[in-house]
């Protein structure tokens, strides 16, 4: 088991993300309770696109972000990745897999060494998902 708290401290702290976007999903519900806002900034979004764009223009202004998502919403957002593929945007997607669904680029599950899971998906300057099963976080 992974704590959400530890989760972001490396993740801001040490990898040095800080700006993230998406609608609030159960399944990551101890990740939106621990966020730190000296840690990070989080932009409640009205849908997963608006949190696309504004991680996107987050990362022209030069900072690292991710998308906060449940896995089934992904489907619905082929234009949005697309564009993050053809334009390299650096972004992570944090998805809570809710259902089981082909993902669009390279993804990794969180396992309870999340420090290598995160470099691993980080240092690669592309778009990653990393995965969030059930009962992993606490």
């Known amino acids: 088991m992974v704590k959400a708290k530890d989760f972001w401290k490396y993740l801001c702290d040490g990898l040095d993300y800080r700006l993230f976007a998406g609608v609030p999903c159960?399944?990551?519900?101890?990740?939106?309770?621990?966020?730190?806002?000296?840690?990070?900034?989080?932009?409640?979004?009205?849908?997963?696109?608006?949190?696309?764009?504004?991680?996107?223009?987050?990362?022209?202004?030069?900072?690292?972000?991710?998308?906060?998502?449940?896995?089934?919403?992904?489907?619905g957002l082929k234009n949005e990745i697309q564009l993050i593929k053809d334009f390299?945007?650096?972004?992570?997607?944090?998805?809570?897999?809710?259902?089981?669904?082909t993902y669009p680029?390279?993804?990794?599950?969180?396992?309870?060494?999340?420090k290598k899971d995160l470099d691993k998906l980080t240092g690669r300057g592309k778009p990653s998902i990393l995965l969030i099963k059930e009962g992993i976080l606490k």
């Open 26 to 75: 159960l399944g990551l519900n101890s990740l939106y309770k621990t966020m730190n806002k000296d840690m990070l900034h989080y932009m409640p979004s009205v849908n997963e696109r608006i949190a696309f764009g504004i991680v996107s223009g987050g990362w022209l202004a030069g900072f690292k972000g991710g998308v906060l998502l449940p896995a089934s919403f992904l489907a």
């Open 88 to 101: 390299n945007i650096p972004m992570l997607l944090i998805v809570y897999e809710d259902v089981k669904v």
């Open 105 to 114: 680029f390279w993804h990794k599950e969180l396992s309870e060494d999340f």
